[in-house]
């Protein structure tokens, strides 16, 4: 098994400039920041830029959107982005030491393992053209469900593409099913509306799957700490305002608010006091632990390491006052 982390929107294959959130103050300290374009990478951008947190912190945030986590962790390493925003499947690689965790942001169950009409399980795969994007969740969950299944990837004919290109094979019937996730799941069903979905997140109930946003190992703590007010306060606002929320993120995106919907329906929300508490009780590094021990048996990790190596809950926690 293999795995990482996600991608998204179709239409949107390289990193570029969000302008709509840059806009702060030309005299605040820049903060390069990137996202996915889904409800749960863009929604606190966007709402930060609305309620104005980032000039309260004296930050002026380059916001850009990727296609994916991992390219995020490539571009902290390089010195190209302060913060980045990823989903469970790339949590291997701050746990590999190749980023920090700052915040743990919602629980996702958007992922799905999806087949052409007339295959009904996993096993029916045996054989056929499988389009993942590698390094993604739709890599992990589809991975999880082989594994539930008794197979592996050998059993199916993988084909590594990018997340844009499954939504164009599968509604071409170029391959017969894929690794994928909402909102772009909400595409293909459009073009292929009796497509059958095999698995999802919700059929490991065993293992939560956090998204959360990251640093560069060498992001300065002043630094951190500013940001994490910004995201904090944003959450809270984010919580208390579900309808709102999706669609200032619907603005940002720049996609109609009903498809922002349907990708919230798959993310669990928390209080930042919420989370200040779970990460207190261990129940965060509990899930970091359950992705931890998923990645040795990918054999992307060699053994799963201490969360508190990779998360810095003690900042998360100073920020918020507690």
């Keep these: 098994m293999r795995v990482l982390r996600r991608a998204l929107m179709p239409v949107i294959v390289v990193t570029m400039l969000a302008p709509s959130v840059t806009a702060c103050s030309d005299n605040g300290t820049k903060v390069r920041f990137g996202y996915i374009a889904d409800y749960n990478g863009a929604s606190l951008l966007a709402i930060a830029a609305k309620q104005g947190l980032w000039k309260k912190q004296g930050l002026t945030p380059e916001v850009k959107v990727f296609t994916n986590g991992p390219l995020q962790i ?10 980045g925003y990823i989903g469970p499947g790339a949590m291997w690689l701050p746990a590999s030491g190749k980023a920090k965790v700052v915040a743990i942001n919602t629980l996702t169950t958007a992922d799905r393992v999806i087949a052409r009409p007339g295959i009904t399980s996993i096993e029916g795969l045996r054989g056929k053209k499988v389009g993942v994007p590698k390094g993604t969740s739709g890599d ?5 469900a082989l594994h539930k299944a008794n197979m592996t990837a050998k059993d199916i004919r993988e084909v590594p593409m990018d997340p844009a290109t499954i939504v164009t094979a599968f509604a071409s019937g170029q391959i017969d ?8 799941l909400g595409t293909i069903k459009t073009k292929v509306p009796g497509l059958v979905e095999l698995a999802g997140e919700k059929d490991f109930p065993d293992t939560s799957f956090p998204t959360a946003f990251v640093s560069g190992t060498k992001t300065k703590t002043a630094l951190t700490d500013k940001v994490l007010k910004v995201l904090q306060q944003a ?3 984010r919580a208390a305002h579900p309808d709102q929320a999706i669609s200032e993120a619907a603005g940002l995106l720049k996609v109609d608010q009903a498809k922002v919907k349907a990708d919230a329906a798959n993310v669990q929300t928390m209080t930042t006091a919420d989370l200040v508490a779970k990460t207190k009780d261990g129940t965060v590094a509990k899930w970091l632990n359950g992705l931890g021990n998923f990645f040795v048996g990918t054999g992307q990790l060699k053994s799963a390491p201490d969360p508190a190596t990779y998360y810095t809950g003690d900042l998360y926690t100073q920020a918020a006052g507690q």
Excluded at 177 to 184: C, K, Q, R, S, T
């Design 177 to 184: 099913g894929a690794g994928i996730w909402y909102p772009l």
């Design 140 to 144: 992990m969950v589809l991975n999880l």
């Design 74 to 83: 490539t571009a902290l390493g390089a010195g190209d982005l302060d913060f």
């Design 235 to 237: 959450n809270d606002w």
